[in-house]
Nanobody, 125 residues
């Protein structure tokens, strides 16, 4: 059974940092694309970043590029999202998700088969 356990969310001041973790079980990371999405109140769920660990291919949305970094530890089956220089507009519930290689457009939520429970990130002074 595919499962995710997310952690690392919380309250942080503008300019601060958080690291989100997504611990996976039931599959090997190098056979899947792993994405981080966020859902802010009143907005649609959006892709923040995704990773193809097999070839280290990554994507970042324009709003987070240069501030966020996605990485993985395949031995631990864990994907991380390091978030630096956080802004109030980064406030959202963050989800990790997985889909097999070649499933389609990795920026679209509907491409993903498996989702974590979400972790709240709040950026506020």
């Amino acid at each position: 059974e595919v499962q995710f356990v997310e952690s690392g969310g919380g309250l942080v001041q503008p300019g601060g940092s958080l690291r989100l973790s997504c611990a996976a079980s039931g599959f090997t990371l190098d056979a899947y694309a792993i994405g981080w999405f966020r859902h802010a109140r009143g907005k649609a769920r959006e892709a923040v970043s995704w990773l193809l660990s097999r070839d280290n291919n990554t994507y970042y949305s324009d709003s987070v590029r240069g501030r966020f970094t996605i990485s993985s530890d395949n031995a631990k089956r864990t994907v991380y999202l390091q978030m630096n220089s956080l802004k109030p507009e980064d406030t959202a519930v963050y989800y990790c998700a997985a889909t097999p290689y070649g499933s389609g457009n990795y920026q679209l939520p509907n491409t993903y088969n498996y989702w974590g429970q979400g972790t709240q990130v709040t950026v506020s002074s």
